[in-house]
């Protein structure tokens, strides 16, 4: 549907974006920590990802409950499309997210990850195939075929 590629693609660049933002100046304090022994570098990123998890779940929901209600896909199906809409972008959220953080790790500076981290995720996210007709594509056919014939998927 419209509104999950558009929250899909919102999600993918917000995701990141505010990430190259903040994460240098922490790991500039987290590199002198680890220098100092004071801080052990492999529980930087499992405490970040605890921390910006809310911000990371919450607005996609928000933003898809809202564009969701009012194109009408969300209310159908007792809420399956609506959900199957979200994991998808949770998954892209936090893979956004890996991927924004790696980019700030490895960047010389906070003005070369930013520039990195969107122009990176969007060329990512097109041609992965996400925006491609589905409908004409043999391999999802084969699979959806498959699929029916060994599970009770209704038929597209």
Not at 48 to 63: D, G, R, S
Request: charged share 10%; with cysteine; aromatic share 8%.
């Amino acid at each position: 549907t419209h509104a999950g590629a558009q929250a899909l693609g919102t999600a993918a660049v917000g995701s990141g974006t505010p990430l190259t933002l903040t994460a240098r100046p922490e790991l500039a304090v987290v590199r002198k920590e680890v220098r100092n022994n004071w801080y052990n570098p492999a529980t930087f990123v499992p405490a970040k990802l605890v921390i910006e998890t809310p911000l990371l779940v919450l607005p996609p929901l928000l933003y898809l409950a809202i564009a969701g209600t009012m194109s009408g896909f969300a209310l159908g199906d007792g809420g399956s499309r609506f959900l199957q809409v979200y994991l998808a972008i949770l998954l892209v959220v936090f893979a956004t997210h890996a991927w924004a953080l790696m980019i700030c790790s490895v960047s010389p500076d906070s003005n070369t990850a930013v520039l990195l981290a969107p122009g990176s995720i969007m060329p990512m996210a097109v041609l992965s195939g996400f925006f491609k007709n589905q409908q004409a594509n043999e391999l999802a056919q084969n699979a959806r075929t498959h699929l029916r014939a060994t599970t009770s998927l209704p038929p597209c």
